[in-house]
């Protein structure tokens, strides 16, 4: 365990440290225009972020013990064919969908 002193050190640090890094974009640059280059870089993020957020429960599920499941490698399957189609939203309730419809139908 950590030391009740070490811990609030390390919270407010990492407060301090969260803050700058928002600041860095919403307080210096957010009155400001971007540069066209910037902006389209900025497109990729959201892109770039999702499926890094949602792969590992899809390779290494915790709940199958870190082994793949096929229900989830086809419930991910249909949230990217839905993504590349239809656009986040809908890879994400045709994710959801299938997964669900899947555990019920054969678990």
Known sequence: MIDTATFWTLTILLGIGTFLIRFSFLGLLGGRTLPDRVLLYLRYVGVAVFPALFMPLVVW???????????????????????????????????????????????
């Open 61 to 107: 599920p915790e709940a199958t013990g870190g082994a793949p499941d096929p229900i989830r490698l086809i419930a991910a399957l249909a949230a990217f064919l839905a993504g590349l189609r239809f656009g986040v939203i809908w890879a994400i309730v045709a994710g959801m969908g299938t997964l669900y419809l899947m555990q019920f139908l054969f678990s």
